[in-house]
């Protein structure tokens, strides 16, 4: 199938602002992040965490009336600004994330920096951090990054993109597409990070400096310690039912 075919198959949906009460079977580009975590479908986490602790998957999982909001750790604060720059280029990147001098000693952007930047853009800052990230994000459409982690998430993306063993590996094909369907009853999801006509291409990033292994050694430990075994055949099930979606005209564009 080739791309054009894709894109003569899109769909347009309506902008997904909140969260819908039902999500039809189908392929979504542009689907936004929150909306796509909120939904109750297993996903390959989830089933990872169904296996590993059913208890924990409960806590855990929108559909428990008693769970609580997690804030964003600053891992997954990264792994998301290194996700956009890698998946969307440069000039994305640089459009939604701005640096900022300064940082802790672990590369986050502290709370006091924060109450700072928005008191120079005439802004009163909120007692929470939390609070003040999502008035920078929502007032200024950006997000604050500290110069040093800055410079290293556009470093790790020359590491792809200047390499030519994988130069082509985000080229090609659609950044984040959701895929639902049904699979014996049951509700399923999976985002994919690059999707191409023949190929899943999903990016990882990891921490070897306090691991006394080689880099090989890391990148296999990794993989059983996450199972990506587990979400490789979750994406590829998810791959397979969206055959027959598009078959059927179930591709969507989100606004």
Request: with cysteine.
């Amino acid at each position: 199938v080739a791309v054009t075919e894709i894109l003569g198959h899109l769909v347009k949906g309506e902008p997904m602002t909140t969260i819908p009460n039902k999500i039809e079977d189908g392929i979504y580009f542009g689907m936004p992040a929150a909306v796509y975590h909120a939904a109750p479908h297993a996903g390959s986490g989830g089933i990872k965490q169904l296996y590993s602790s059913p208890p924990d998957y409960w806590f855990d999982s929108p559909m428990n009336p008693l769970r609580e909001p997690e804030e964003e750790s600053f891992a997954l604060q990264f792994g998301a600004a290194l996700h956009d720059r890698i998946l969307y280029g440069e000039e994305y990147f640089k459009k939604h994330y701005q640096p900022i001098p300064g940082g802790t000693k672990s590369g986050e952007v502290s709370a006091d920096e924060l109450k700072t930047w928005l008191a120079e853009q005439g802004c009163k800052p909120a007692k929470s951090k939390a609070d003040n990230e999502r008035m920078v994000k929502e007032q200024f459409g950006v997000t604050l990054v500290a110069e040093k982690q800055f410079e290293k998430i556009m470093v790790s993306a020359q590491m792809i993109t200047k390499n030519p063993n994988l130069a082509s590996a985000f080229i090609g094909g659609f950044p984040e597409v959701s895929i639902f369907w049904h699979e014996d009853g049951v509700p399923c999801k999976c985002r994919l990070d690059y999707m191409k006509m023949a190929a899943t291409v999903d990016l990882k990033s990891f921490r070897s400096k306090e691991r006394i292994r080689t880099l090989d050694e890391t990148i296999l430990q990794d993989l059983f310690n996450y199972r990506y075994d587990m979400q490789m055949a979750h994406y590829t099930a998810g791959r397979e039912a969206a055959r027959a979606l598009f078959d059927g005209g179930k591709v969507f564009v989100v606004d």
